[in-house]
């Protein structure tokens, strides 16, 4: 089992920056993949960004691509997501997830264990 402790988000106006951290805690990220998603009020979880541990390959969603970064710190076992050129959109509760399974990594359903979310606020 991974504890994964997240801090970060907070309010920022529109075309600022945030950085959120994953911090695994028990156990260490090794092996597995690490995503990023984010839910609205009334919305599915959607995907945002994911990142395999061992490689450092990298996936975003086409809704943030290009604004958003998705890194690692092998040493910190830490996981960032960079967040810039934030919109009013990008509004929502993010939540960071291990995946440890074959499956889908675009797919919360996915992933076994998540951070306990933190919400991002973004005003125009």
């Known amino acids: 089992q991974v504890q994964l402790v997240q801090s970060g988000g907070g309010l920022v106006q529109a075309g600022g920056s945030l950085r959120l951290s994953c911090a695994a805690s028990g156990r260490t990220f090794s092996g597995n993949t690490v995503g990023w998603f984010r839910q609205s009020p009334g919305e599915e979880r959607e995907f945002v960004a994911a990142?395999?541990?061992?490689?450092?390959?990298?996936f975003y969603a086409d809704s943030v691509a290009g604004r958003f970064s998705i890194s690692r710190d092998n040493a910190k076992n830490t996981v960032y997501l960079q967040m810039n050129s934030l919109k009013p959109e990008d509004t929502a509760v993010y939540y960071c997830a291990v995946r440890t399974r074959n499956s889908l990594l675009t797919r919360a359903g996915g992933y076994d264990n998540w951070g306990q979310g933190t919400q991002v606020t973004v005003s125009s």
């Open positions: 990142i395999t541990w061992t490689l450092g390959n990298t």
